[in-house]
């Protein structure tokens, strides 16, 4: 299964916290926090559990309903992006929140490739039409 990005942040957090706790890492050194606070990794995650469901319920889907579930996500991740300043997803997490989708599509039986060029886009264009983040 895809790792969901707010997967890898909490992991980040976690070492952090050890390595502040420890005193192996000094605050000035410490990012992760900043870069991902709890609301942020909650509303990501709950963003991405339901799309994961929305695209596990499709049974021969059409490329309509698959990109639907798409823009859907995506718009969603808009909002958690925008309930943080526009600045809640940087280009590393840009990059991960995208290749999860593709991710998520692919080990659902979705040809992504095949879709994208049925839709007249490259595989790394399908979030790019709803995507402000």
């Not at 300043?85 to 998520?104: P, S």
Request: proline residues 3%; hydrophobic residues 40%; contains cysteine.
């Amino acid at each position: 299964m895809a790792e969901k990005p707010s997967d890898l942040w909490r992991r980040q957090l976690t070492e952090e916290a050890a390595g502040l706790a420890a005193g192996t890492l000094t605050p000035e050194h410490a990012f992760a926090t900043q870069l991902f606070p709890d609301s942020l990794v909650v509303a990501t995650d709950e963003t991405l559990d339901s799309f994961e469901a929305g695209i596990r319920a499709l049974s021969t889907p059409s490329d309509d309903e698959i990109l639907a579930e798409v823009e859907r996500v995506v718009l969603a991740l808009n909002a958690v992006n925008e309930a943080h300043d526009g600045a809640g997803y940087e280009t590393g997490e840009r990059e991960l929140l995208c290749e999860y989708i593709d991710a998520t599509l692919t080990e659902n039986g979705v040809d992504v490739t095949a879709l994208a060029e049925r839709n007249g886009m490259d595989r790394y264009e399908i979030t790019d039409e709803w995507r402000e983040w």
